[in-house]
């Protein structure tokens, strides 16, 4: 009877809390880009200012990028220079030589993600705004809003952007019967015409022909090159914008849509490039971007607002409603009532606000939902939002950390399928790869660096001889996206996709680096060279230098993509020779050491750092990402604590979001916690603050500037804290913070195939609820005491606490309560 009443109320706890409002609203029009809200399905971005008398959507299109494929041949003499590069490092250990030979070996800067134009809705009115203006963002439903009254009219503008057909859709209306009159216009930064055709604005415009890196400027050279010549790179685009009137009067010309009278009006904008394929010429070989927005256009103007509403709500909420997050539930929070800038700022100050974390997490999934979807390009640097011309770093795929660092949450947060941009990415940069791989280096396999984008640059950037090797010249990016693949499979159990998907780009890697693994004096295989992205050392004569052997993060990528590639061999039954040959190289990997500070030594050596608090700890990749540094290894698992002590807590956004999840695979949820509050720190370039790392108003990370990867590292970070499942267990609350003394969570999933749903109470499991996606054996793991109705099976005393371990039915729901 104890087991059936506890059942009961196991259900109710776990499938019946109501998620706080999950809105982020304000009550003044956004002046920056940074208090703008976003919204977007994949494929068209936009940013929302909620302007009253001048609306602006900044808009984007997620294929929009300057340039073309990559050039068949980019730097035919760099292998030449390898040899001589590993003489001096191995044999004479002559980095700032090495350093300099470096550059001869790299290939030309990435191209740069586009704004698409801005739609500016102008709105005149004689009266004055009443003080009920408000704008919000329902991220539970992907909606957008802007409400005020003008003389008691009062005027609703409503702004989604449909999964399902592929537009923009903006509702604009007034409760006095004719009380819209406005002009719609359409510019952009892109060279461009505006013509009004097909009962549309339309605004069609090509990208530069090519378009450097915001860091990148070099006397009497042009930055952006509009054309070229060859009739190949610089890509078409157009956007349109099509109304559907109620009542009034419509007019449509090269300026504008004029709407006269009208009492509600729906515009639906939709977007297309001529992008036809990383390997395809934009503009000789590409789509026809007119064919594909006109028929985006026919294909939703027929249809009513509250059914293209109720549509995208509907699509939107199979992803987002996955999973639900409360914390301290029943605690009066005033600070809900403040406009979400106030709010934030409060919040900054110190204020006690557990709504406004579980409020960042599930922002975190919104944004994951809004920028990458099956069928569009992976997220970039930005997501899909941007409105410069030169973003900072091109706002495209940075692979040594921020690329990847977007997708962290999909698996575990319940958005597996958004990871397919990301895999079909991997798939185009491999066939780039392995041509970089031979040009530069002469082995098999594939190869990525530091920076790519939608053409799947793979070679190491930096204009054939000005980058800095720090950066330039990493060559683990390629390694580091296959563990992505190898996560899907782990989560997912999907044999199929691990076959035809994720082996041979992972076997790809893995061939690379045999070949790229040398030996050092001791006969240990090293990388050479090599750095730790972006971080510098001392050399034995005090000179700063970038450039070494066998970096940590080299080795960790190394070790774990062989491991991974061994298991997945394994399971496939295939391979076995070449299994052999991992596990023997496997073997001689240069290891993991401790430096004299106690610290995980970051180079080969025990170097001095240049920096003793970079944003960047790559050498902790075997604690996250990766797994190699666990409670099982006590030694390296109290070096990296050591590690993230000596950095402190300071450290832009994305930065302090890596260390939430060090923090919870550390089991110190204070302490990650702490960076929670580091993390959602206010930042404001209208308040002179906007150098700090943090938030800003919209709740968009602050690298500074804007990186989305802090607010995916966020949420991430907070699943971590809930639930781990990387040591073949699944681990309940392992990093509870004091701070979220109760909570309830449902829809997280766990490797091998769990989804996972957890309530507690005074810091405490009360009970949790694991479904069996694939019939495997279980393996549960808190520090509470518990009991499983229905499973007959002992529970065992641990050193992390309680462990039981039971075969599962696929399908089978298994309740867990405390005892």
């Known amino acids: 009877m104890r087991y059936i009443t506890l059942t009961i109320l196991l259900f109710v706890s776990l499938t019946s809390f109501a998620q ?95 704004p698409l134009g801005n739609l500016i809705i102008k709105q005149s009115f004689k009266g004055k705004t009443s003080n009920s203006y408000k704008r919000t963002l329902d991220i539970s439903q992907a909606i957008s809003k802007t409400s005020f009254s003008v003389d008691g009219v009062i005027y609703n503008r409503e702004a989604f952007t449909s999964l399902n057909k592929n537009v923009l859709v903006i509702y604009l209306t007034s409760s006095k019967v004719g009380g819209l009159t406005f002009d719609v216009s359409a510019n952009s930064l892109l060279k461009n015409t505006v013509v009004s055709k097909d009962k549309a604005l339309v605004l069609m415009g090509k990208a530069p022909a090519h378009v450097d890196p915001n860091y990148y400027n070099v006397t009497g050279r042009q930055p952006i090159v509009q054309e070229d010549t060859s009739g190949c790179n610089g890509m078409r685009f157009q956007y349109r914008i099509s109304p559907k009137l109620k009542d009034g009067t419509l007019q449509i010309d090269a300026t504008g849509i004029h709407v006269s009278n009208a009492t509600e009006v729906m515009l639906i904008v939709a977007a297309a490039t001529s992008f036809n394929g990383f390997d395809k010429c934009p503009d000789a070989e590409g789509k026809d971007e007119n064919a594909i927005a006109s028929k985006l256009i026919s294909n939703s103007i027929n249809q009513s607002y509250a059914s293209l509403k109720a549509e995208h709500v509907k699509d939107y909420q199979q992803y987002f409603n996955r999973i639900e997050f409360s914390l301290n539930k029943g605690i009066d929070n005033q600070n809900t009532k403040l406009p979400s800038d106030a709010r934030l700022k409060a919040y900054s100050k110190g204020a006690k606000d557990t709504d406004l974390e579980s409020l960042y997490f599930q922002f975190g999934r919104y944004l994951l939902i ?28 940075t692979i040594n950390i921020n690329t990847q660092m977007n997708y962290w949450p999909s698996e575990v947060t319940n958005l597996s399928e958004l990871t397919t941009p990301l895999f079909d990415f991997i798939k185009d940069l491999s066939v780039t790869g392995k041509q970089t791989a031979k040009e530069f280096y ?171 608090l970079h944003r960047h700890a790559s050498h902790l990749y075997g604690l996250y990402p990766g797994y190699e540094i666990t409670e099982k290894t006590p030694e390296f698992f109290a070096a990296a604590k050591k590690s993230l002590e000596l950095r402190t807590d300071l450290g832009t956004g994305w930065s302090k979001g890596w260390k939430i999840n060090w923090w919870a695979r550390l089991k110190d949820g204070d302490h990650a916690y702490k960076l929670i509050r580091g993390l959602l720190n206010y930042v404001d370039v209208s308040e002179g603050n906007g150098r700090q790392g943090g938030t800003y108003p919209n709740f968009f990370d602050a690298h500074p500037p804007f990186q989305i990867d ?110």
Request: hydrophobic share 40%.
């Open 20 to 114: 706080n409002n999950l809105q982020l609203w304000y009550d003044a029009p956004a002046k920056e880009w940074t208090q703008a809200l976003p919204i977007g399905n994949g494929q068209i971005g936009a940013m929302v200012f909620g302007g009253v008398e001048n609306e602006l959507f900044q808009l984007n299109e997620s294929t929009l990028y300057s340039g073309g494929p990559v050039k068949k041949v980019i730097n035919p003499g760099a292998k030449a220079y390898l040899p001589e590069i590993r003489k001096a490092l191995i044999e004479e250990e002559n980095f700032t030589k090495a350093n300099l030979l470096a550059k001869k070996m790299q290939g030309f800067y990435t191209e740069s993600y586009m």
């Open 370 to 397: 809004s920028s990458s979807k099956p069928g569009s390009p992976p997220a970039n640097l930005q997501g899909i939002w941007n409105k410069e011309l030169r973003a900072p770093w091109s706002s495209n795929y």
């Open 442 to 612: 002469g082995t098999r396999g594939w190869v990525a660096h530091h920076n790519s984008e939608i053409w799947a640059t793979a070679n190491p950037v930096g204009d054939r001889g000005d980058g800095d090797p720090v950066w330039a010249n990493w060559y683990m990016g390629g390694n580091w996206l296959t563990r992505h693949l190898w996560e899907h499979y782990l989560y997912t159990g999907d044999k199929k996709f691990l076959k035809e998907q994720a082996y041979p780009l992972m076997k790809g890697a893995a061939e690379f680096s045999i070949d790229w693994l040398v030996e050092n004096k001791e006969g240990l295989l090293i990388t050479a060279p090599s750095t730790s992205p972006e971080n510098k050392f001392f050399d034995k004569n005090g000179v700063e230098q970038g450039l070494s052997m066998a970096t940590t993060m080299d080795m960790s990528i190394i070790r774990d993509l062989f491991a991974n590639t061994i298991a997945a061999a394994k399971i496939l039954g295939i391979d076995k020779s070449f299994r052999d040959t991992l596990i023997a190289k496997q073997a001689r990997l240069y290891p993991l050491k401790v430096g004299q500070n106690g610290g995980l030594q970051e180079w080969y050596k025990d170097f001095k750092e240049t920096d003793l």
């Open 710 to 819: 802090g607010n995916f590292a966020g949420t991430a970070g907070m699943a971590e804290m809930l639930l781990q499942s990387h040591l073949n267990n699944i681990q309940l609350l392992p990093a509870l913070p004091q701070a979220w003394k109760n909570g309830n969570i449902t829809g997280l999933r766990a490797r091998g195939g769990f989804e996972v749903a957890i309530s507690w109470d005074n810091g405490l499991l009360n009970h949790a609820e694991i479904i069996s996606l694939l019939g495997n054996t279980c393996e549960v793991q808190s520090a509470t005491p518990f009991a499983i109705r229905g499973v007959n099976a002992k529970l065992e005393k641990t050193a992390g606490g309680y462990s039981m371990k039971f075969a599962t039915t696929k399908g089978k729901k298994y309740n867990l309560i405390k005892i």
